[in-house]
Protein backbone atom coordinates (compact mmCIF):
# COMPACT_ATOMS: atom_id res chain seq x y z
CA UNK A 1 0.00 0.00 0.00
CA UNK A 2 2.85 2.59 1.02
CA UNK A 3 4.36 1.69 -2.43
CA UNK A 4 1.44 2.22 -4.17
CA UNK A 5 1.01 5.68 -2.79
CA UNK A 6 4.11 6.80 -3.35
CA UNK A 7 3.70 6.08 -7.26
CA UNK A 8 0.20 7.73 -7.26
CA UNK A 9 1.26 10.68 -5.53
CA UNK A 10 4.57 11.07 -7.80
CA UNK A 11 2.66 10.56 -11.05
CA UNK A 12 -0.48 13.02 -10.07
CA UNK A 13 1.89 15.87 -8.63
CA UNK A 14 4.40 15.44 -11.51
CA UNK A 15 7.38 15.63 -8.98
CA UNK A 16 11.01 15.40 -10.81
CA UNK A 17 11.98 13.02 -8.01
CA UNK A 18 9.99 10.41 -9.44
CA UNK A 19 12.61 7.96 -10.94
CA UNK A 20 14.46 8.18 -7.34
CA UNK A 21 11.28 6.36 -5.70
CA UNK A 22 10.78 4.16 -8.00
CA UNK A 23 14.15 3.07 -8.12
CA UNK A 24 14.35 2.21 -4.92
CA UNK A 25 13.65 -1.02 -3.29
CA UNK A 26 11.99 -3.65 -5.30
CA UNK A 27 8.20 -2.96 -5.48
CA UNK A 28 4.98 -5.51 -5.14
CA UNK A 29 3.42 -6.56 -8.11
CA UNK A 30 0.06 -4.93 -5.75
CA UNK A 31 1.90 -2.26 -5.34
CA UNK A 32 2.84 -1.13 -8.92
CA UNK A 33 -0.78 -2.70 -10.23
CA UNK A 34 -2.77 -0.75 -7.25
CA UNK A 35 -5.98 1.17 -8.70
CA UNK A 36 -7.52 4.27 -7.82
CA UNK A 37 -11.52 4.71 -7.85
CA UNK A 38 -11.79 4.43 -11.18
CA UNK A 39 -9.37 1.40 -11.53
CA UNK A 40 -6.82 3.62 -12.88
CA UNK A 41 -3.40 2.43 -12.79
CA UNK A 42 0.03 4.27 -12.24
CA UNK A 43 0.79 3.23 -16.23
CA UNK A 44 -2.89 5.19 -17.05
CA UNK A 45 -1.62 8.11 -15.26
CA UNK A 46 1.98 8.16 -16.24
CA UNK A 47 0.84 7.51 -20.06
CA UNK A 48 -1.72 10.53 -19.64
CA UNK A 49 0.20 12.80 -18.50
CA UNK A 50 3.65 11.99 -20.81
CA UNK A 51 5.61 10.90 -18.23
CA UNK A 52 8.41 8.40 -19.95
CA UNK A 53 10.88 7.80 -17.34
CA UNK A 54 7.58 6.57 -15.32
CA UNK A 55 6.74 4.40 -17.69
CA UNK A 56 10.03 2.64 -18.50
CA UNK A 57 10.42 2.60 -14.75
CA UNK A 58 6.99 0.91 -14.45
CA UNK A 59 7.58 -1.90 -17.18
CA UNK A 60 10.65 -2.89 -15.78
CA UNK A 61 9.52 -3.28 -12.62
CA UNK A 62 6.81 -5.44 -14.51
CA UNK A 63 3.32 -3.71 -14.30
CA UNK A 64 0.46 -5.23 -16.06
CA UNK A 65 0.32 -3.01 -19.24
CA UNK A 66 -2.84 -4.58 -20.20
CA UNK A 67 -4.27 -3.87 -16.60
CA UNK A 68 -8.34 -2.12 -17.36
CA UNK A 69 -9.86 0.58 -15.61
CA UNK A 70 -13.73 0.63 -15.07
CA UNK A 71 -14.56 1.41 -18.65
CA UNK A 72 -12.10 -1.00 -20.36
CA UNK A 73 -9.09 1.16 -21.28
CA UNK A 74 -5.77 0.37 -21.12
CA UNK A 75 -2.41 2.32 -20.61
CA UNK A 76 -2.53 2.28 -24.53
CA UNK A 77 -5.52 3.93 -25.11
CA UNK A 78 -4.49 6.48 -22.47
CA UNK A 79 -1.21 7.31 -24.47
CA UNK A 80 -3.37 7.45 -27.86
CA UNK A 81 -5.99 9.48 -26.09
CA UNK A 82 -3.33 12.63 -25.19
CA UNK A 83 -1.52 12.25 -28.35
CA UNK A 84 1.94 10.90 -26.78
CA UNK A 85 3.91 9.04 -29.69
CA UNK A 86 6.86 8.34 -27.56
CA UNK A 87 4.52 5.70 -25.21
CA UNK A 88 2.87 4.40 -27.98
CA UNK A 89 5.96 3.29 -29.46
CA UNK A 90 7.29 2.37 -25.71
CA UNK A 91 4.69 0.29 -24.70
CA UNK A 92 3.94 -1.64 -28.49
CA UNK A 93 7.90 -2.44 -28.60
CA UNK A 94 7.07 -4.06 -24.67
CA UNK A 95 4.26 -6.25 -25.97
CA UNK A 96 0.93 -4.42 -25.28
CA UNK A 97 -1.78 -6.10 -26.45
CA UNK A 98 -2.67 -3.24 -29.11
CA UNK A 99 -6.09 -4.73 -30.47
CA UNK A 100 -7.95 -4.34 -26.89
CA UNK A 101 -10.95 -2.82 -26.64
CA UNK A 102 -12.74 -0.78 -23.74
CA UNK A 103 -15.91 -1.83 -23.09
CA UNK A 104 -17.02 -0.23 -25.67
CA UNK A 105 -15.57 -2.05 -28.31
CA UNK A 106 -12.84 1.46 -28.50
CA UNK A 107 -9.59 0.00 -29.97
CA UNK A 108 -6.56 2.76 -29.67
CA UNK A 109 -6.53 2.96 -33.37
CA UNK A 110 -9.76 4.33 -33.39
CA UNK A 111 -9.46 7.14 -30.79
CA UNK A 112 -5.93 8.23 -32.75
CA UNK A 113 -7.65 8.10 -35.86
CA UNK A 114 -10.88 10.76 -34.60
CA UNK A 115 -8.24 12.77 -32.53
CA UNK A 116 -6.54 12.94 -36.22
CA UNK A 117 -3.46 11.81 -35.06
CA UNK A 118 -1.67 10.55 -37.95
CA UNK A 119 1.52 9.28 -36.28
CA UNK A 120 -0.32 7.26 -33.77
CA UNK A 121 -2.63 5.93 -36.43
CA UNK A 122 0.44 5.13 -38.74
CA UNK A 123 2.54 3.08 -35.81
CA UNK A 124 -0.81 1.19 -35.11
CA UNK A 125 -1.36 0.05 -38.57
CA UNK A 126 2.17 -0.42 -39.02
CA UNK A 127 2.47 -3.37 -36.25
CA UNK A 128 -0.45 -4.72 -37.79
CA UNK A 129 -3.45 -3.74 -35.79
CA UNK A 130 -6.67 -3.91 -37.93
CA UNK A 131 -9.44 -1.43 -38.73
CA UNK A 132 -12.80 -1.89 -37.86
CA UNK A 133 -14.64 1.33 -38.22
CA UNK A 134 -17.90 0.01 -37.72
CA UNK A 135 -20.50 2.26 -36.06
CA UNK A 136 -17.28 4.13 -35.07
CA UNK A 137 -18.72 7.56 -34.88
CA UNK A 138 -20.91 6.59 -32.09
CA UNK A 139 -18.60 4.76 -30.19
CA UNK A 140 -15.91 7.62 -30.07
CA UNK A 141 -18.29 9.62 -29.10
CA UNK A 142 -19.98 7.96 -26.09
CA UNK A 143 -16.04 6.85 -24.98
CA UNK A 144 -14.91 10.45 -25.52
CA UNK A 145 -17.66 11.94 -23.28
CA UNK A 146 -16.75 9.00 -20.62
CA UNK A 147 -13.18 9.53 -20.89
CA UNK A 148 -13.37 13.56 -20.50
CA UNK A 149 -15.55 13.08 -17.37
CA UNK A 150 -13.04 10.36 -15.41
CA UNK A 151 -9.94 12.83 -16.36
CA UNK A 152 -11.69 16.31 -15.55
CA UNK A 153 -13.06 14.97 -12.34
CA UNK A 154 -17.16 15.75 -13.85
CA UNK A 155 -18.30 11.91 -13.31
CA UNK A 156 -21.50 11.93 -11.86
Known amino acids: ?4 IRIK ?7 ETERCWLAVGVFSSAAINGKDVHGWTALHKACFKGKIEV ?5 EK ?5 AKDEDGYTALHCAAESGHVDMIKMLLK ?11 GVTALQIAESLHYVGITRI ?3 RGVTKDNS ?8 ASVSFGKKIYGTRG
Open 1 to 4: MYDW
Open 9 to 15: IGVENEI
Open 55 to 59: IRTLL
Open 62 to 66: GVDMD
Open 94 to 104: KGVDAETQTNK
Open 124 to 126: LIH
Open 135 to 142: NMAHILTQ
